[in-house]
């Protein structure tokens, strides 16, 4: 497709549930990002994705955060036993230079999830 | 201590004016770049315009142009114009090359609301 497409848009899950989110960058985009925005605020970066390689998972909150990308295309970001403060939206981004590059991050529309 | 700073939370411009939306960063690293972002209510992330550290002149890109200021760390934002599909959140970002994850970093933005 021609832009950043993640799925499902919204996402609603009872606390202590497990949700996957994911995320198919632009064709041929080498990196990928992805980004917690709590409501109100800029975007904080969770992990990131170099091909298939995670090179960074530094801001990914706590050990129930897990994100994959197998094929160096789509990429999933899991959370495991959901808790409140996990609602937000998590937005993908997606460039094509690798490490080094000052290209700009092209983003998805998002996904808002909420915990009851 | 915060890496970019966003000083205005909310703005009003009448429709056809011009608007500045003030940014300050805050990095040692010597070669970075200097991104906005505007987002709509939608929730998707546009990327505007692109100013790198070493660029000699102030970036444009129609409607939009970067005040970049190198030694008082600033890169304001420039609305020409201003249109009533500008209503947005508006969002500073940077990118130091240096850094390992290659992330972007943002502000807290600037919510802007153009009167008609």
């Known amino acids: 497709g021609a832009g950043v497409s993640q799925s499902p848009r919204y996402k609603v899950a009872k606390r202590g549930q497990d949700v996957a989110l994911r995320c198919d960058p632009i064709?041929?985009?080498?990196?990928l990002f992805w980004y917690q925005q709590a409501l109100g605020q800029g975007p904080e970066f969770l992990t990131y994705?170099?091909?298939?390689?995670?090179?960074?998972k530094s801001g990914l909150p706590s050990d129930r955060f897990f994100a994959e990308r197998p094929e160096g295309s789509v990429s999933t970001l899991k959370i495991q036993r959901t808790q409140q403060e996990d609602s937000a939206v998590y937005l993908c981004?997606?460039?094509?230079?690798?490490?080094?590059?000052?290209?700009?991050?092209?983003f998805g529309d998002g996904t808002r999830l909420s915990i009851l | 201590a915060q890496k970019i700073t966003q000083t205005q939370p909310g703005m009003f411009v009448q429709e056809k004016e011009a608007v500045t939306l003030d940014c300050t960063y805050d990095?040692?690293?010597?070669?970075?770049?200097l991104f906005w972002y505007k987002q709509p209510s939608s929730g998707e992330m546009i990327f505007l315009i692109y100013?790198?550290?070493?660029?000699?002149q102030n970036a444009t890109e129609g409607r939009y142009s970067l005040n970049f200021q190198k030694a008082r760390k600033s890169a304001n934002l420039v609305i020409s114009a201003s249109q009533l599909g500008d209503s947005a959140m508006y969002f500073c970002?940077?990118?130091?090359?240096?850094?390992?994850?290659?992330?972007?970093?943002f502000g807290g933005g600037t919510r802007l609301m153009v009167k008609p």
């Open positions: 981004a997606s460039s094509l230079g690798p490490r080094g590059g000052l290209r700009p991050q092209h």
């Open positions: 064709s041929g985009h080498v990196s």
């Open positions: 994705f170099q091909n298939e390689a995670q090179l960074d």
């Open positions: 990095t040692s690293d010597p070669s970075y770049g």
């Open positions: 100013q790198g550290s070493y660029d000699q």
């Open positions: 970002a940077m990118r130091e090359v240096n850094n390992a994850g290659n992330m972007l970093t």
